[in-house]
């Protein structure tokens, strides 16, 4: 058990540029969960997979954003058109498919829109 | 719409103190409370989990107490050491969330930041 991983770990892009991130979960976990946290805040919840399946969506999720978990393993998350306002560190988390599973959460990818 | 507020935002103590860490929730209809830690540009590191059926859970220097008909959760830190510095944010999951569909989806606080000075 690696724990969550991340990649990559910083990212700098020019506003308008497209940018993928990748996260590989812990290898048991089913449920796959995006967040991101601004400065001095708590993580926001963006998207929740279980499995495959993207279950739920934030309305943070503008149709800027994409995610997918196409074979259930690990999950990219895209922004087209960046904006300034994405800047942001983005944290990926997975738990068990139980109601006592405590997530576990990667070191995120930092994000900064030039 | 749940809302979790910590207090104090930032706290410092001297090396060995035991301290308190508060976190309160405005909809007591919660599956769970977390509680994590979080080091500068890091992720988070998940302590402790209760379980709304539960009152506390203790690891190691650390007590996570839960009082859900109040909407509070304490974090008793003992015998801090600088190691403990860092941020310490509680999250809750909401029983109106849909387990089914929303898995652990967790609403969080600002967080508390620590610094245990030696």
């Known amino acids: 058990d690696t724990g969550v991983s991340q990649d990559p770990r910083h990212k700098i892009t020019k506003r308008g540029q497209n940018v993928t991130f990748r996260c590989d979960p812990i290898?048991?976990?089913?449920?796959l969960y995006w967040y991101r946290q601004t400065l001095g805040q708590g993580p926001e919840f963006l998207t929740y997979f279980q499995n495959e399946a993207q279950l739920e969506k934030s309305r943070l999720l503008s149709d800027r954003f994409s995610a997918e978990r196409p074979k259930g393993s690990f999950s990219t998350l895209e922004i087209q058109r960046t904006e300034q306002g994405d800047s942001a560190m983005y944290l990926c988390a997975s738990s068990l498919d139980r109601k006592d599973s405590p997530l576990h959460f990667g070191n995120g990818t930092r994000l900064t829109v030039t | 719409k749940q809302e979790v507020t910590q207090i104090p935002a930032a706290l410092s103590v001297p090396e060995g103190e035991n301290l308190v860490l508060n976190c309160s929730f405005t909809?007591?209809?919660?599956?769970?409370l977390q509680w994590f830690r979080q080091d500068p540009g890091k992720g988070l590191t998940s302590l402790l989990l209760i379980q709304s059926s539960q009152r506390e859970q203790t690891s190691g220097r650390l007590n996570a107490s839960l009082d859900k008909s109040s909407g509070r959760s304490t974090l008793y830190i003992a015998a801090s050491q600088p190691g403990d510095s860092a941020t310490y944010l509680c999250a809750v999951v909401l029983c109106g969330e849909g387990w089914e569909t929303s898995g652990s989806r967790l609403t969080f606080g600002e967080g508390t930041q620590l610094t245990v000075n030696p």
């Open positions: 909809d007591s209809a919660i599956y769970n």
């Open positions: 290898s048991e976990h089913n449920r």
